[in-house]
């Protein structure tokens, strides 16, 4: 028994109609096939748009919860992350992109796959290790960065009252918590361009293209929406950190100059991670292939070909 029901709109009878889940009006059946990779791309798209968010989530929030252990002369918490430079991630520079990523074309090999499994929906196992091995790279790195300006360069004096006010003695801390949400800024912008695939390498999306070095630059310009939204996320993160009253006053951070240096490490560190894992993704799902078709009789160039294409092992067996 079929999941759906199809009638054929013009050639059908009402009664064929009446009792199907969908209408063919044109009568063509490749209308099914495009209609199957709409909803596949809609699929995906959804689930990257959730791995930014929570991927990010998940950064916030460790950063938050680890960084209650930098302790003032009072004994109180130094937040590493001010609460307006919180939302400020979460509205203004994480939800542009988020909604670009739901205008994304779909992969190559889209179709190559075999149905998602209706009880596990979105939350795939792979999108819920990727959420968290995203978001303890993220915040491993911001808290770095806090760490290096503050106890690395500067002189490790937390101050009083750094989370309040500002003053010559919140100086260090306030630099530091700038470099963290330069950091966090953009990681979250970076994130979203790496996530336009959840498997392949942000400089080699396209499997077939002849561009080695430049494709990149062709897949990051493809998406109008999501290049543009993450333009706007770095252009708007110099005026939190350069304008007097709202960087001191309202984003609890002060100016950085070298301390830009700190964030171009980190962000290079953060592609070098993300990319580490991409790879080893593809080479344990390239084992998992191999291992699973060894006794379906095909062979190694077809087991190839079809991975890269976009199916795991299992999904190709079942596919052949």
């Known amino acids: 028994m079929s999941d759906v029901g199809i009638a054929m709109g013009q050639a059908g009878s009402d009664v064929a109609k009446d009792a199907s889940d969908i209408v063919l009006t044109d009568d063509n059946f490749a209308s099914i096939i495009n209609a199957i990779e709409e909803g596949r791309r809609m699929f995906d798209n959804i689930q990257k748009f959730i791995l930014h968010l929570l991927a990010e989530n998940i950064a916030q929030a460790?950063?938050?919860?680890?960084?209650?252990?930098?302790?003032?002369t009072r004994g109180l918490s130094v937040f590493p992350l001010a609460p307006v430079e919180i939302i400020w991630v979460i509205m203004i520079t994480s939800g542009m992109p988020d909604m670009g990523l739901g205008f994304e074309v779909a992969t190559p090999g889209i179709m190559v796959?075999?149905?998602?499994?209706?009880k596990r929906g979105v939350f795939t196992i792979e999108v819920m290790i990727d959420m968290l091995v995203y978001g303890l790279w993220i915040a491993a790195l911001c808290l770095g960065a806090f760490s290096v300006v503050l106890f690395g360069f500067g002189d490790g004096e937390l101050g009083e009252g750094c989370n309040e006010t500002y003053s010559e003695l919140c100086d260090t801390v306030f630099r530091a918590r700038a470099t963290c949400f330069a950091c966090l800024t953009w990681f979250a912008l970076f994130l979203a361009w790496e996530l336009v695939d959840m498997r392949r390498s942000f400089f080699r999306m396209q499997p077939d293209s002849t561009k080695y070095f430049t494709q990149w630059y062709y897949d990051v310009r493809r998406n109008k929406f999501l290049f543009w939204s993450i333009l706007f996320g770095f252009v708007t993160i110099f005026p939190t950190l350069y304008i007097p009253v709202i960087n001191r006053v309202v984003f609890k951070h002060e100016m950085i100059t070298w301390e830009w240096g700190v964030v171009f490490i980190a962000t290079l560190l953060f592609f070098i991670g993300v990319e580490f894992w991409k790879f080893s993704k593809r080479a344990f799902l390239r084992r998992q292939a191999a291992k699973d078709v060894r006794m379906s009789g095909k062979s190694m160039d077809q087991v190839s070909d079809a991975w890269e294409k976009g199916a795991s092992g299992k999904e190709m067996q079942r596919s052949w």
């Open 62 to 72: 460790c950063v938050l919860l680890i960084g209650l252990a930098f302790k003032d």
């Open 113 to 118: 796959r075999p149905p998602q499994s209706l």
